[in-house]
């Protein structure tokens, strides 16, 4: 890779190799603690419930510990860059709308239903990385989204969440 | 010969009017699942399970639901060589090795040569797949019932040791992502002592994590975030297909025959293996290009070379399921999911399943015969409108995409919380294969956790917590070996290099 797009990266692959590593430590050690206290041994009627887990949590914590280590060892490959500026900025261009979708339909205050938020992603994603007019957008949006409801709730008949719109039209 | 007594009934429970509807449905959703970025077989079967749950509630209604499913498979199969080779983008991991000459043929202008030899050649190798599993299957079944908890434990972990000495990545990282899905898979109640497990009091833990939102989560959101990484823009081949190209094609197969064979038989010894279609591609690919009198020319677009890894992918793909449904060890993150399918309909695969449910178990694999025919026949005469869906504008096919993986993540448990496990899952997916950690170990112990752990309880419970239960009888010890010589291959191969290395630098095919 050219320098240029060296000095945009965030962070290199070696960095991001040791904060894995860190995380599977973690999770590895939250495994390992709770089988302790749910009990890791042998119990008065057989293996306890803590048992099996226990043993998982060891060979996480031993594996994610050579993974660091090979991941501190220098040399070429840790010097690549992970993710470069660029491609974070299209990874998050559409990751950050689809969590503020994901969060219209699943949050414990007012859920604005599937379908509502879908036709809502679906626009927005087709306006701004796509350019399109609305009369195009309205079409694929509401189109996509309707034929998923019949789809779902009449011909499959599995309910998924509904917002505001669909109890006017008398859908529960 | 009973199995084609048992066959022929096969044929007659899935010959039915509505059975091949669903086949020609499975197998069109499945190549457009297979062409579109994101979405690929594993995934694309994860999200329409759900909506198979009222059909198998029915009475014979689990064979239509299991035929819906595997065409959808098949679909995804054949549907992953259409990317390969006009777009040069593999739709599955086990396609890398058709792009190899697949795309440089379609640059020449015979796009129509390499798809049609890409399907004759994958229906070719899930043919001889199938017949494998026909009279293997039953034998494999009949002889896994003498299996008690340690011998299921140790096929577990034969499985598990395949992944590790097998993966081409670091092991350690292969072991790391493995041992994730296996706690996981303990979150929630325990079902031996109903004690809460690593839930560290958040009550929505207390189900567990389910392996199909992991699935929606690490391969679709995770894959379109790569491909969104790559920019927003497809180019590919025109996709033209007449019969006359059909036709010379096919006068020209038949000269490859000995790869084809080959090839085959890569696919089904390394299709019963674990994560084997992606190793026995590359094996096949490699094996013809060393062995074909024209060779030296691979990789600028040979026929030949569309053949060998085509064949053996799809016919490891195939014989993925012989393990599945004898054993009830999945060999791939796909036949895992269809193995999860089985278990929310009611259906415990394993041997027993041959002996409780014919009707199921040979409708399921007389469906496989038909299944490759109509998809076989679908492909060859529809590639060019497939083709066009790649076509559409990223901008539209995105959102869309992402839409579905969210349905399909609520509608598993008609859960809100699980949509945002899988984004969270999606996020995860996205930096283990930046990080080249291997997803698919942990889609596999997420599925087998549950089952891998009772076999070990029970194992140990029968042997007062003494190890060497597992190594009590010859047959037991057997598998155990097998195992562990998998487990240490990647230490044992350095080893010999080592020994060989003075020698020559013939050592890499060891």
Redesign the interface.
């Known amino acids: 890779m050219d320098e240029a797009r060296q000095e945009k990266a965030v962070g290199s ?1 070696r960095l ?2 040791i904060v ?1 590593a860190l995380l ?1 430590l973690a ?2 050690a ?2 390992v603690y ?2 302790r206290r ?1 009990g890791s041994t ?1 119990g008065s009627d ?8 226990f043993y ?2 060891v ?2 914590c031993i ?2 510990v ?2 660091l280590i ?1 991941a501190l060892k220098p040399g070429a490959a840790g010097d690549k860059p ?2 470069t500026w660029e ?1 974070l900025k ?2 998050l ?3 950050v709308p ?2 503020v ?2 969060a219209l ?3 414990p205050l007012y ?1 604005l239903g ?1 379908y509502e938020a ?1 036709v809502i ?2 626009a927005v ?2 306006r701004y ?2 350019k ?1 007019t609305w009369l195009k957008i309205g079409a ?1 949006s509401v189109g ?2 309707a034929a ?1 409801f019949v789809m ?1 709730e009449i011909w ?6 509904k917002g505001p719109i669909e109890a006017l039209l008398g859908f529960q | 010969m009973q199995e084609i007594q048992s066959l022929i009934g096969g044929f007659q429970v899935a010959l039915s009017w509505f059975n091949l509807m669903l086949m020609l449905a499975g197998i069109i959703l499945g190549v457009i699942i297979g062409v579109l970025p994101g979405l690929g077989g594993a995934n694309g079967v994860a999200i329409l399970l759900p909506l198979t749950f009222s059909m198998a509630s029915q009475p014979g209604g689990t064979t239509s639901a299991i035929i819906l499913l595997s065409c959808i498979y098949w679909g995804a199969l054949f549907g992953g060589a259409i990317t390969s080779i006009l777009f040069n983008i593999p739709g599955e991991p086990w396609s890398v090795a058709t792009t190899f000459d697949g795309y440089p043929l379609a640059q020449k202008g015979r796009p129509g040569a390499a798809l049609t030899a890409a399907f004759t050649s994958s229906f070719v190798g899930a043919l001889v797949a199938v017949l494998l599993i026909t009279f293997m299957a039953p034998l494999v079944a009949k002889f896994a019932l003498r299996f008690g908890p340690p011998e299921f434990f140790a096929v577990y972990l034969l499985t598990f040791c395949a992944f590790v000495g097998m993966s081409k990545g670091s092991p350690f990282k292969t072991i790391a992502s493995m041992m994730l899905g296996f706690a996981l898979a303990a979150v929630g109640t325990d079902t031996v002592t109903g004690q809460l497990r690593l839930t560290y009091g958040f009550m929505e833990l207390l189900r567990g994590f389910d392996f199909l939102i992991a699935v929606i989560g690490l391969f679709g959101i995770g894959e379109i975030l790569l491909t969104i990484e790559e920019g927003l823009e497809f180019k590919g081949a025109k996709a033209k297909l007449d019969m006359r190209v059909v036709l010379d094609t096919w006068k020209e197969l038949p000269r490859y025959w000995l790869t084809s064979v080959r090839s085959s038989i890569v696919g089904c010894l390394m299709g019963i293996v674990p994560g084997g279609a992606t190793p026995a591609s590359f094996m096949s690919y490699g094996l013809a290009k060393k062995m074909s009198p024209d060779g030296p020319k691979f990789g600028t677009g040979m026929v030949e070379g569309v053949v060998a890894p085509e064949t053996a992918a799809h016919a490891a793909g195939t014989s993925a399921l012989l393990p599945m449904l004898t054993l009830g060890v999945p060999g791939s993150p796909t036949a895992a999911v269809l193995l999860g399918g089985l278990l929310i309909w009611g259906l415990q695969p394993g041997p027993l399943l041959f002996v409780e449910k014919p009707d199921f178990v040979w409708g399921l694999i007389a469906s496989m015969y038909l299944g490759n025919i109509v998809g076989l026949i679908v492909v060859l005469t529809c590639v060019p409108l497939f083709a066009a869906i790649l076509r559409v504008p990223f901008a539209i096919i995105a959102p869309v995409i992402l839409v579905i993986c969210a349905i399909g993540a609520y509608t598993v448990h008609s859960s809100m919380f699980d949509v945002w496990m899988m984004l969270v899952f999606g996020v995860m997916g996205y930096a283990f294969k930046k990080l080249d950690y291997p997803m698919a170990p942990l889609v596999l112990a997420l599925v087998l956790g549950d089952s891998a752990e009772n076999a070990f309880r029970q194992a140990m419970l029968g042997s007062q917590g003494d190890l060497r239960a597992f190594f009590s009888n010859a047959l037991v010890g057997t598998i155990t070996g097998l195992a562990l010589l998998l487990l240490f291959w990647p230490l044992i191969s350095k080893g010999l290099e080592i020994v060989r290395g003075r020698n020559g630098s013939n050592g890499q095919g060891a």
């Open positions: 692959l991001w190799e894995a599977f999770a590895g939250l495994v709770d089988s749910l042998w057989g293996p306890e419930a803590g048992y099996f887990p998982i949590g060979i996480i594996a994610s050579i993974n090979s992970f993710v491609q299209m990874v261009i559409v990751m689809y969590a979708y994901v339909i699943a949050n859920s599937i879908s992603f679906i994603f087709m990385l796509g399109y694929v996509t989204v998923f779902f499959f008949k599995v309910p998924l969440p």
